[in-house]
């Protein structure tokens, strides 16, 4: 199964500063996902952007996907302390209901 | 609330038993999953079942044992064969809709052997 595939891995930053996170996925798909993780509790579904999207925008997230590369990115603008947390991104392939799942991205930001 | 409920949080096992995580789903999803989550690793599908009825492995299955009798219940039994049980569990469960499919999880199960 396709793996999407997150860096860099982990990601300290400052209040206020913004967090960009990237993942790479080898086959074709249908859409690109993100989830958030925190320490010792389930993910949390954030954003979803279609394999015909380029941008797509929710809060302070902005996520890009740019299939001829088969990546995405994560932006996390101003970010809080309650923004740390672990980011997955995940694929859904054509005609498949199994999301397969990066690594994640451990973000940890400094008050 | 609509939601995924699993449990126990933390179960212990010792060595040669086999032990059951419930999970539970009140979203009336079809599709439910099992995630076996490693300390600091990425997420690694374990069985997943389409519809009451009907499971397929996924990519870690040995080991593992399900059942799928009813739509809301999806319980994941680790048996003895399971050599390195030890790990974090995550039951999810699947909304189908027109702008993709969404994946709903549990608070997860932490089994540690002693």
């Known amino acids: 199964s396709q793996q999407g595939e997150e860096d860099p891995q982990a990601l300290s930053i400052q209040e206020g500063e913004n967090a960009t996170m990237n993942c790479s996925y080898k086959?074709?798909?249908?859409?690109l996902q993100w989830y958030r993780q925190n320490s010792g509790r389930g993910l949390v579904h954030l954003i979803l952007?279609?394999?015909?999207?380029r941008e797509k925008h929710s809060g302070r997230l902005r996520v890009t996907l740019d299939t001829s590369k088969k990546s995405s990115s994560l932006l996390i603008t101003a970010s809080r302390a309650a923004d740390t947390a672990s980011y997955f991104c995940?694929?859904?392939?054509?005609?498949?209901?199994?999301?397969?799942f990066g690594k994640g991205n451990q973000v940890v930001v400094i008050p | 609330d609509g939601g995924i409920t699993q449990s126990p949080k933390y179960l212990f096992r010792k060595e040669g038993q086999n032990v059951t995580l419930s999970c539970e789903q009140n979203l009336n999803h079809d599709a439910m999953y099992w995630y076996r989550q490693d300390p600091g690793q990425g997420l690694r599908l374990i069985y997943y079942s389409q519809i009451v009825n009907d499971f397929q492995k996924g990519d870690i299955a040995e080991g593992y044992s399900v059942s799928r009798e009813k739509k809301e219940s999806f319980p994941l039994t680790v048996t003895s064969a399971q050599k390195n049980p030890t790990a974090f569990y995550l039951c999810?469960?699947?909304?189908?809709?027109?702008?993709?499919?969404?994946?709903?999880f549990g608070e997860g199960s932490w089994l540690t052997v002693v």
């Open positions: 086959t074709s798909i249908n859409n």
């Open positions: 995940a694929t859904d392939a054509e005609g498949n209901n199994r999301l397969a």
């Open positions: 999810a469960s699947l909304r189908t809709g027109r702008s993709g499919n969404t994946i709903y």
């Open positions: 952007i279609r394999s015909n999207e």
